[in-house]
């Protein structure tokens, strides 16, 4: 395989998917979408303009994922806290999983990618879910990139949600306390099945994890830009993926 090629002949060192090193590629990478609403008000556009736009480099960094042979996509496209935010908001970002879905099924089909989602269904809309739900069940067969939106979820419910889980299962003689260890946990996760991810992206130049896959984020490479979301290009990535292959992973050792 042509390793960092571009590089070697000194063609560009501005980041291209070229100038990754393709033996060191993260299976799974994670984003926090931020800063939809801060795009939009610099561009005097409300803020669902922000969340629209958004919507667009979702499929944007899909296709550059896809394309580096990353196997898990996670995205945090919707908080168990955002429900907070105020309703017309709220419905606009209940529609967007629709609207994607609705333009980028067959392309996604096509492509091989396979859809999940992660959080709780309750509360959903029944237009997001039944969109949701197509796209889970056409795609289920794919065995390209696993594109897994974060919809609905909070990593303390889940965690709480696991623990109560082992509980009952103690109580029921399921489980034995002795048995209570992390892959007990994990299992429980509303991630069980897909591996901890390699690399957490955040753009907007917030530094925090609010809320985000407390538990399988414990060992990832964080990487933070203040590119807003709807701005987040190819070379972002790009650039976010270099830096993870030059970081030394240690998982607490030497
Ligand atoms: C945070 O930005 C972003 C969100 C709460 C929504 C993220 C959703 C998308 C990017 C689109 C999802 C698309 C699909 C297909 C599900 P913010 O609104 O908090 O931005 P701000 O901090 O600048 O106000």
Redesign the pocket.
């Known amino acids: 395989m042509i390793k960092r090629l571009w590089a070697k002949l000194g063609l560009s060192s501005s980041p291209t998917a070229a100038s990754l090193s393709t033996d060191n590629i993260p299976v799974h990478v994670a984003i926090?979408?931020?800063?939809?609403?801060?795009?939009?008000?610099k561009r005097g556009l409300p803020?669902v303009a922000?969340?629209?736009s958004?919507?667009k480099?979702?499929?944007r960094i899909t296709i550059a994922a896809d394309r580096l042979g990353i196997k898990y996509l996670t995205?945090?496209?919707?908080?168990t806290e955002?429900w907070k935010?105020p309703k017309a908001?709220v419905e606009f970002?209940m529609k967007?999983?629709q609207?994607?879905?609705e333009i980028?099924l067959d392309e996604l089909i096509a492509n091989n990618v396979q859809v999940r989602m992660m959080g709780s269904r309750d509360n959903l809309p029944p237009h997001t879910l039944s969109a949701l739900e197509e796209a889970i069940t056409k795609t289920a067969g794919n065995t390209g990139l696993i594109l897994n939106?974060a919809?609905n979820y909070g990593s303390r419910m889940e965690m709480v949600n696991a623990i109560r889980d082992m509980a009952s299962d103690v109580k029921t003689g399921v489980l034995s306390i002795d048995d209570i260890d992390e892959e007990a946990m994990s299992s429980r996760l509303l991630s069980s099945g897909l591996p901890d991810p390699d690399l957490l992206i955040r753009t907007?130049g917030?530094l925090r994890l609010s809320n985000f896959m407390l538990w399988q984020l414990a060992y990832s490479e964080l990487w933070f830009t203040d590119v807003?979301?709807?701005e987040f290009s190819e070379k972002h990535f790009y650039e976010a993926i270099g830096q993870y292959q030059r970081r030394a992973r240690r998982y607490g050792g030497l």
Do not use: C
Not at 32 to 41: L, P, Y
């Open positions: 926090i979408m931020d800063g939809n609403g801060r795009w939009a008000r803020r922000g969340h629209h958004g919507m480099t979702v499929k995205m945090y496209a919707f908080s955002n935010r908001e970002l967007l999983p609207q994607f879905i980028e939106f919809l907007s917030e807003y979301w709807p």
